[in-house]
């Protein structure tokens, strides 16, 4: 019997908005992103094995850094 199965991550936007960068340091669009990670059998994603996890993607640089608790607040 064959048993595909595996992992597979998701990126979803919440929201953007303008800000500085702590990275190229210019003024540009600071994406807010969800990353959620699920357990697959046969290419279906079935269910969570990990708790999502946030990240500020840069539009300039496409730099991408954890969010602080008070940006998900925020978007
Ligand atoms: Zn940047």
Redesign the pocket.
Known sequence: MLLIFGLRSKDTIIGSRLGR??????T?AQTLVRRTTRFSLFFIPLFPVRAARHFVT??????ARGAAREELVAA
């Open positions: 960068c702590e990275v190229c340091g210019a540009a840069c539009t300039n640089c496409g730099r």
